[in-house]
C-alpha cells in the first residue's frame, strides 16, 4: 500500500464514503503537507469529528491504522516532487553546504519551538515532584529509549533516585511496583505508543505522578499525564528517530536537570564530585 497514490485512491473511494469521512478526505487534500505532521487527535480537531471517525476513514481506504496512512501519503508526495527529498526540506540535489545549512535550521527552529512551548509554571511543579520523589523513572521506547537512557544518565551524577529499563517488559513490571512517592517521565514523540500508553496507564493507576514528554498537547498520552512538556520538532513518518526531535527532548531534560541541581545544589555538588572521582581512572 505504501506505493498507492493516494489522492487517486481518495477520488475513486469518494462516493462512497459517509458524511464524516467526506470531511476528513476535504481536509487532506486541502492540507496535505500539514496533515503528515498531525496526530490522529489534531486531525479530528481540525475535522471536527472523532478519532474513530478518522480511524474508520483510514479503514475504508483498506489501512491497518492512522500511522500507516501517514506513511503512504508521505510516499505520494515525495514521488510527485519532481526533485527526490530525503525529509521535508532536504534534496538530493543539494550541496553538503545546502544540507548542511538546512539541518542547522531545522534544529535551532526546534529547540527555538521548544522553548517558546515551555510553560515555566510546569516545570517548577514538575522540579518540586521530583525533588521530593522517592524514585524517579524514565520510560521510553525505540528512539525515545534513547532519550530516556540520556535522562537517568544525566541525573544519576548528581542522585540515587532515578531507573530506567531497557525493556519493555521489565518496564511494565518497574511501573507496577511505582507508588504513589514516585515520579514517572514518560517520553514519547507522537504520544501514542502502546508499550509506552501501557506503562502510562499503570502509572497512573498506581497514584503515580507522570510527567510526559511529546509533541502534541491532545494525544493519548497527555490524558493519562499531570504535566506534558511540549517538544517543538515535526516530525514526518518516514522520519522516525529524527535527530531534531531528539534534541529537543535532551533540551528539556537539561532544563529539568538544571534547575533540578540548583534547588537541591549542596547535595548534587557532594554527588556530583563523588561521581566524577569514580570514574576518573576510566581516563586517560
Same mark, same amino acid.
Given at each position: 500500500?505504501?506505493?498507492?497514490?493516494?489522492?487517486?485512491?481518495?477520488?475513486?473511494?469518494?462516493?462512497?464514503?459517509?458524511?464524516?469521512?467526506?470531511?476528513?478526505?476535504?481536509y487532506i487534500?486541502?492540507?496535505?503537507?500539514?496533515?503528515?505532521?498531525?496526530?490522529?487527535?489534531?486531525?479530528?480537531?481540525?475535522?471536527?469529528?472523532?478519532?474513530?471517525?478518522?480511524?474508520?476513514?483510514?479503514?475504508?481506504?483498506?489501512?491497518?491504522?492512522?500511522?500507516?496512512?501517514?506513511?503512504?501519503?508521505?510516499?505520494?508526495?515525495?514521488?510527485?516532487?519532481?526533485?527526490?527529498?530525503?525529509?521535508?526540506?532536504?534534496?538530493?540535489?543539494?550541496?553538503?553546504?545546502? &544540507?548542511?545549512?538546512?539541518? /542547522? @535550521?531545522?534544529? *535551532?527552529?526546534? $529547540?527555538?519551538?521548544?522553548?517558546? #512551548?515551555?510553560?515555566?509554571?510546569?516545570?517548577?511543579?514538575?522540579?518540586?515532584?521530583?525533588?521530593?520523589?522517592?524514585?524517579?523513572?524514565?520510560?521510553?521506547?525505540?528512539?525515545?529509549?534513547?532519550?530516556?537512557?540520556?535522562?537517568?544518565?544525566?541525573?544519576?551524577?548528581?542522585?540515587?533516585?532515578?531507573?530506567?529499563?531497557?525493556?519493555?517488559?521489565?518496564?511494565?513490571?518497574?511501573?507496577?511496583?511505582?507508588?504513589?512517592?514516585?515520579?514517572?517521565?514518560?517520553?514519547?514523540?507522537?504520544?501514542?505508543?502502546?508499550?509506552?500508553?501501557?506503562?502510562?496507564?499503570?502509572?497512573?493507576?498506581?497514584?503515580?505522578?507522570?510527567?510526559?514528554?511529546?509533541?502534541?498537547?491532545?494525544?493519548?498520552?497527555?490524558?493519562?499525564?499531570?504535566?506534558?512538556?511540549?517538544?517543538?520538532?515535526?516530525?514526518?513518518? &518516514?522520519?522516525?528517530?529524527? /535527530? @531534531?526531535a531528539k *534534541?529537543?527532548? $535532551?533540551?528539556?531534560?537539561?532544563? #529539568?536537570?538544571?534547575?533540578?541541581?540548583?534547588?537541591?545544589?549542596?547535595?548534587?555538588?557532594?554527588?556530583?564530585?563523588?561521581?566524577?572521582?569514580?570514574?576518573?581512572?576510566?581516563?586517560?
Amino acid at each position: 500500500m505504501t506505493k498507492t497514490d493516494i489522492f487517486s485512491l481518495i477520488q475513486t473511494r469518494y462516493r462512497s464514503f459517509t458524511n464524516t469521512e467526506k470531511k476528513v478526505a476535504d481536509y487532506i487534500c486541502e492540507h496535505t503537507k500539514d496533515v503528515i505532521y498531525m496526530s490522529i487527535t489534531d486531525l479530528a480537531e481540525a475535522c471536527q469529528v472523532g478519532e474513530s471517525s478518522v480511524f474508520r476513514f483510514c479503514k475504508s481506504m483498506n489501512f491497518k491504522g492512522y500511522q500507516e496512512f501517514k506513511i503512504a501519503m508521505a510516499h505520494t508526495i515525495s514521488m510527485a516532487d519532481e526533485t527526490p527529498q530525503l525529509t521535508s526540506e532536504i534534496t538530493m540535489q543539494d550541496t553538503i553546504e545546502e &544540507l548542511s545549512a538546512k539541518i /542547522l @535550521s531545522t534544529t *535551532i527552529n526546534a $529547540l527555538t519551538q521548544t522553548h517558546n #512551548l515551555a510553560n515555566d509554571a510546569d516545570i517548577s511543579k514538575a522540579i518540586d515532584w521530583m525533588v521530593e520523589a522517592e524514585r524517579i523513572h524514565f520510560f521510553g521506547v525505540g528512539a525515545s529509549l534513547m532519550t530516556a537512557m540520556e535522562g537517568k544518565n544525566k541525573f544519576m551524577r548528581i542522585t540515587n533516585k532515578t531507573e530506567c529499563s531497557f525493556d519493555s517488559h521489565l518496564q511494565v513490571m518497574s511501573a507496577v511496583l511505582m507508588s504513589n512517592k514516585d515520579v514517572a517521565i514518560l517520553i514519547s514523540y507522537s504520544g501514542s505508543t502502546k508499550d509506552t500508553l501501557e506503562v502510562a496507564k499503570i502509572a497512573r493507576e498506581r497514584g503515580v505522578k507522570v510527567i510526559s514528554l511529546t509533541r502534541f498537547a491532545k494525544s493519548p498520552l497527555t490524558s493519562y499525564s499531570d504535566i506534558t512538556l511540549l517538544c517543538g520538532a515535526n516530525e514526518g513518518p &518516514l522520519q522516525g528517530g529524527s /535527530l @531534531s526531535a531528539k *534534541i529537543s527532548q $535532551l533540551y528539556l531534560l537539561d532544563v #529539568l536537570y538544571a534547575e533540578y541541581f540548583k534547588r537541591t545544589h549542596e547535595q548534587s555538588i557532594r554527588n556530583k564530585e563523588s561521581t566524577a572521582k569514580s570514574v576518573i581512572e576510566k581516563l586517560l
